[in-house]
């Protein structure tokens, strides 16, 4: 199997995937934050049925925005008590996931880019540990938007961090592509 390509600066949806809350956004052009906005299935829905009407919005957002990149917060795994790693709702989680990570099987075939909380929380703010507030606070710095990170806008405001890290790590990589050759 052969490494993708860097895909180009395009369009980019990004994802705090969650079955209760699933924060999204759409970065269009370097830092142009198209929309936003969080999920909340129905709870009277059941785990399954909640899966398949997060996956219709995010197939519906895909459709519309024909993203080159979707970015998604990877879950977490946790050391419990008793040395077992585990995330709270894990199975849910996971499937959830893999459902987003088959859409991409679809067109718009966006690439796909899993980052891990600590390390996007890092590339963001410069440090693994980090609050919802935290995020709020320097994505609000960089595009000028009003997010608090409180329990109604947190989901949104990590998606938009996710998407920002994203753009961040591709603009980098398209420069040691542009500027590698320049060393030799």
């Known amino acids: 199997m052969t490494r993708a390509a860097t895909p180009p600066l395009g369009t980019i949806i990004a994802i705090d995937p969650g079955i209760t809350h699933c924060g999204y956004a759409v970065l269009t052009g370097v830092e142009q934050l198209a929309v936003s906005g969080t999920w909340i299935p129905r709870r009277t829905l059941s785990v399954l049925d909640r899966h398949l009407w997060l996956l219709a919005k995010l197939q ?9 990149v979707l ?5 977490v795994w946790m050391v419990g008590d008793n040395g077992e790693y585990f995330v709270r709702g894990r199975p ?15 067109p718009p075939h ?21 609050t919802k507030a935290q995020i709020a606070w320097a994505v609000n710095q960089r595009l000028q938007t009003t997010f608090k990170g409180d329990a109604l806008d947190n ?7 996710i998407a920002l890290v994203a753009q961040d790590t591709l603009r980098q990589r398209q420069y040691l592509l542009t500027h590698s050759g320049a060393r030799r």
């Open 110 to 130: 966006p690439v796909l880019m899993p980052l891990l909380p600590q390390t996007w929380g890092k590339q963001l703010l410069g440090q693994a540990q980090h």
């Open 92 to 106: 849910a989680l996971e499937r959830l996931i893999g459902g987003i990570e088959a859409l991409c099987l679809w």
């Open 71 to 75: 970015a998604f917060e990877e879950f």
């Open 155 to 161: 989901h949104r405001a990590d998606a938009v961090g």
């Open 60 to 68: 519906d957002l895909l459709t519309e925005w024909q993203p080159s």
